[in-house]
Each structure stands twice: as structure tokens, then as C-alpha cells.
């Protein structure tokens, strides 16, 4: 059994856009085990545009990270030593610990079993930790618990080509809306329309004015905006909102990078009056005790192939900063992963 | 029977801070009437912040009105002249008609017979185009349907003094709600404090950090904002949101004056996801099948004394324009209205 391990530590307090230095990878004792803990080893980890914000210093961010931390992120893990009856050596779990080599667990904390049931079926093990986990469930709990959404109504999906906006599109489309993505490059928007069942899907690197664009997509205005980019996306947006619309505050990928004060402001809000619209955001741990309804759902889409998913695996786990880095030029193109090891056998 | 009567009517599109300039006073000749038809005569007519959006001019504003269209308004008349069955002469109303020395009705529209069991319990005429009316009603629905507001939890009213705020801060203290208003001027504050019983009330025009001294009077945070001002206002109290608080977004007076892409824009929305705070706004006419039950009530409050309102009254047809801008000048103490006539014996 190896005693050492590798992980990736907060180097320096990140400033605007993320960059690989701001990372330091150092090689760890792994501790004797005590009882009830165990040990897994990282197969596959991920990275999540909503690190960034605990990436800065300074009191202006709840829960800001101290430089030699280690990076948080969700990982499909397996363990590999126990000490605790409730975790057998070989169980494959979706749990926190993020991007390292071993984690060292008590049990406590956000960890799932893996059903192996759906191994079989065409549901790769990723999609735990993406469409079946946070961010598909924030796409299943934003589009039902927060926009309430319903047939015949419009939705609007930005950073569509996402995996929480991929998902909340076609959560969109079985419930019978007509769904609208904004995404970045060809490539995304074919998948949008081919794969996923989009409506319409608008390249924002494409077209000379997003807004009318919109508009024109949108000619009876949006019932619900889901919205993974922030202020300025969803200022765009208000004036179109039809009376009782719903705004679903679920990312800021664009506000991450920049400092409160110098974030674009939402002016259109007197819409929030006069068409009676909510705006309201989600942490989707909220709905834990729902989780287990909503996977069960979503996995048997994904086995029966009705809900497509995008995975971008990159390999190694010298390259988690460079994945990272990249979701904030909008380079990736679904769930974006981190391989470690190979899927256990 | 008189044939003509006078009317204010949009002299120039606002721009800006509505200034009397902006209205203009004009004769007109009544009509004889048609069937289903009455006659009215104005009491007192109502100064609403919120009348200012459909001032200006443009395609940014919906239902802006047109030069020389007659300003509407809440007014307390009586009829005069009927040949609508459901309307006697001699019955006092609360309806929407304006600025006018006459109203001439189809019966349509939002009309509501005053009850007369009141008028002797010591309920004004008045509070039923003011707390029995929008402002008060705004206030009661914000503070139920919107806010859902709870015992226990802290309240933060913003323009405490005017009808609405007053109003909302009071129903909070019947819930159990700690109370926080913010007023201009030591008379506003201390009829807050001393008559309407709110628990703290800050003099924004006195204190040198209005953030910092809204922050020492919540220590634990702010579980609903009743805002009445604006995104200004709105933004500034965002970082103080406990967890899944709530902002009802009641009322804009500072941004109705400033054209849309020059108003302060709201940076602090990232607080929507991490603490999970709903943004919504209301238009109370959504809730009129509620009306009756919440004016009943509010109506044996303010006749047992223990709603405090204050209206400040003006007098005569002339001096709508100039109680009007006022507002938009801080300069109102509780609800403003005009009086075109006595109160009927």
C-alpha cells in the first residue's frame, strides 16, 4: 500500500481569470488509518466554474480558501483500505475530496454508493459526478423546485452547451417547452440542436447583437431564464421576461473572475415589478433528501439514451489546473472530468 | 348640474425629476349621460411615486401615456348623476380617475363602494385610497404573499415613512418580526418609533455609512427587505441577506427619474445563490380577490388604533402637481393627498 499521495494546494490567492500558477501540486504522508475510516483512491475528479469563487482572498467571499489548501471538487473514488464497516474496499463512491490522488475519509460528509445497477446500462461512471450529479441536479431542482416550470412555456438556457445548461434544456423539452440555448462555437450549438433536442440555438460568437438575437428567438418573450452566466446575461433578458416569468440565479461564470464592485449591475429590475417576475437562486444541497428520486430519473434517461450527455475527459492529474482554467475562456464543451485512473474493472 | 370641470392633463413627456411644468390644467366639457353611465365628483385624489414610469416618453416604458392625455390617480368621489343601477347618487367610491374634478364611469374597472360601517369608527376617508387602498395593500400582500414573512425574523423597511413602508413595518410587528426602518428627518424616525412602533429607525439623512448603520441595527442579518427606494438601495443591503431571505421588490421611487441604462445596477446578486435569497416584485392588483378580507382587517386596526397611519393633506385641485414632485424629494410624511372637496356630512 503507497503512503504517499499527491494533491493539488491553493498556491496564491487568485486575481481575475484563474491560471495554472495559482496551483501548487505537493506530495502528502497518507495517515495510519483509525476506526471508521477508509481510503480511496481518485479515478475521476472534476472541475467546477463555482470553485472560483472560494479561490479568492480577502473577507468579501464566504468560506475564501487559505493559501496550502487543498482543492476541493467532486471525484468518483474507490476505496481502497477500510476501517469502516459502511465502506467496503472496491465500493466506488461519488463523494467530495477533489483534485488529489487519495482521499482519506470518516464517512461524514457527502458521499454516495455508486448503484452498480447502472453500470451496465450505458450510464458511465462521469455522469455521477456530473448530469447525475451537482450540476445535473442543479438543472433538475432549478428547472422544478425553483422556475416551477411548465408545457408551453419558453425557456432560455445560457451556457447551454454546459452541463447544467444541457441538462436544463432538455428537462425543458420533456416538459414540453420550447427550449432556447445561448452557446459559444458551432461545434456546441450542432450538439444543442442535433443531440439534445434544442429548439433553437443561438452562437453567441456569432451573431453581431446577442440581444436581438434573443428577441427574434424569443418572439413571444421567455417564460424562464436559466441563467449559468450572470449580471450582464441576465440584465439582457429582464426586459423580455413575460408577466410572471422566472429567473433561476443558478451560475455567475462571468462575475467569478471580477471583484464585486467591478461586476456589471442589473438595471432592468423595475421588470421584477411591473411583470411581476422572481429571480431567485439555488444551492442544490438543499434538495439532498430529493436527490435519489431525481438520479433514479435521469439515469434511466441517460440508459435508455434520451438524455445526451457531453463528457470532456482530460488525462492526468497534473492537468486539473489547465481543465479548470479553460472552463473561464469557454473551452469546455459539457462536463469537463480529470482522469486518474482507469474505471475498476 | 355643472357641464364643465377641470382636469390635469401631461403637458411634456418627464424627463428626469417630474417638475408642475409638466402638467397642464384643463377645462372640459361633460358629457351627457348614456345608459350604465354615472357622474362623479372628486373628494380626494391620491400622489402615487408609481404613476412617475408612465410619464416619460419613448418605447422603454409601457403604457406610457401620451401628451395631453389626463392623469390618472386613486381618488375617493361621490356620485352625483347616474343612470348606472349598481351606483346611487350620494354613494362614495374608491376608484382609479385621477386628477379631475369629475369622473364619468361605466362602472368598469377597479371601483369599490366605501363601506359606511366604517365612517363612523374612526377610519378617514382617506386611508381607503391609502392604507385600505394600493399602498396599504401592497404592503399587506408584499409582506404575506411575497415575503411570507415569519415570527422571529428581522425585517429591514427602506422609505419607512411613506404609506407603504409604514404600513409593511407595522404588519411586521404584528407578526413578531423584529423591525428596521429607514426614513429621512428626525420627525419621520421618531413617528416610526414612537407612534408606529418600529424597533429601530434609521435617519439615512443623519448618519454618515447608511450601510454600516443598517448593518450595527441587524446584527444577525436580514431575513426580509421591504424595499421601496430602489437597486441602490436594494444592493446595498444584499450582503446582509440571511439565508433564504427574501426581497420584495415593492416600489423604485429613486430609479423611476433616471432613464434605464444610466441606473445603478445591482453588483451583489452572487448572495441570490449563496444564500439562496428570492427577488420578486408585486403589482397588487394581482391579489384583488384577496382585497376585502385584507382591508377588513386593517380597517378594525386603524378603528381599535393600533395602525397608525398619517396623511398629509393638501388643498385644492391646483396643487396635485406640486404634491406630486414633492415626493420624489423625500418630502412626504405618510400618504399625500389632495383635497378637492369636504368630506360629505
Excluded at 482572498?57 to 496550502?68: C, H, P, R, T
Excluded at 440584465?235 to 408577466?243: K, S
Excluded at 434517461?301 to 497534473?318: P, Q, Y
Aim: net charge negative.
Amino acid at each position: 500500500m503507497t503512503t504517499t499521495s499527491r494533491r493539488w494546494v491553493l498556491a496564491r490567492h487568485v486575481e481575475g481569470a484563474p491560471s495554472p500558477e495559482d496551483f501548487r501540486l505537493e506530495t502528502v504522508q497518507l495517515p495510519a488509518l483509525e476506526d471508521g475510516q477508509f481510503i480511496a483512491r481518485t479515478i475521476l475528479a472534476s472541475v467546477d466554474p463555482g470553485m472560483r469563487s472560494r479561490l479568492s482572498g480577502g473577507d468579501s467571499y464566504a468560506g475564501a480558501m487559505k493559501i496550502g489548501e487543498g482543492i476541493d471538487g467532486f471525484a468518483v473514488i474507490q476505496v481502497v483500505e477500510s476501517r469502516n464497516p459502511a465502506y467496503a474496499v472496491g465500493d466506488v463512491l461519488a463523494a467530495g475530496g477533489g483534485w488529489r490522488e487519495h482521499i482519506v475519509s470518516d464517512g461524514r460528509g457527502l458521499i454516495q454508493k455508486i448503484p452498480a445497477e447502472w453500470a451496465g446500462r450505458g450510464v458511465p461512471l462521469g455522469a455521477w459526478i456530473g448530469v447525475l450529479g451537482v450540476p445535473g441536479l442543479t438543472a433538475w431542482f432549478g428547472m422544478h423546485r425553483v422556475a416551477q416550470a411548465k408545457e408551453g412555456e419558453t425557456l432560455l438556457v445560457t451556457s447551454a452547451a454546459g452541463p447544467v445548461g444541457a441538462t436544463a434544456g432538455q428537462i425543458g423539452k420533456r416538459l414540453g417547452m420550447r427550449v432556447v440555448g445561448v452557446a459559444g462555437g458551432p461545434r456546441k450549438c450542432a450538439w444543442l440542436e442535433d443531440e439534445a433536442g434544442f429548439d433553437t440555438v443561438i452562437d453567441y460568437k456569432a451573431v453581431p447583437d446577442l440581444t436581438a438575437a434573443i428577441a427574434e428567438a424569443c418572439p413571444r418573450g421567455v417564460d424562464v431564464l436559466f441563467d449559468n452566466v450572470g449580471n450582464e446575461s441576465i440584465d439582457r433578458v429582464l426586459p423580455m421576461m413575460r408577466m410572471r416569468g422566472r429567473v433561476v440565479v443558478s451560475g455567475q461564470v462571468a462575475d467569478y473572475n471580477v471583484e464585486p464592485q467591478d461586476r456589471y449591475g442589473l438595471k432592468n429590475t423595475s421588470v421584477l415589478i411591473t411583470h411581476r417576475v422572481r429571480m431567485e437562486g439555488l444551492v442544490v444541497f438543499d434538495d439532498i433528501r430529493q436527490f435519489a428520486e431525481a438520479q433514479a430519473q435521469m439515469a434511466a434517461w441517460i440508459a435508455d439514451g434520451s438524455l445526451k450527455i457531453a463528457i470532456e475527459e482530460f488525462d492526468g492529474l497534473e492537468r486539473l489546473p489547465e481543465a479548470f482554467c479553460g472552463l473561464f475562456r469557454g473551452e469546455n464543451f459539457g462536463r469537463r472530468l480529470v482522469r486518474l485512473a482507469a474505471d475498476p474493472g
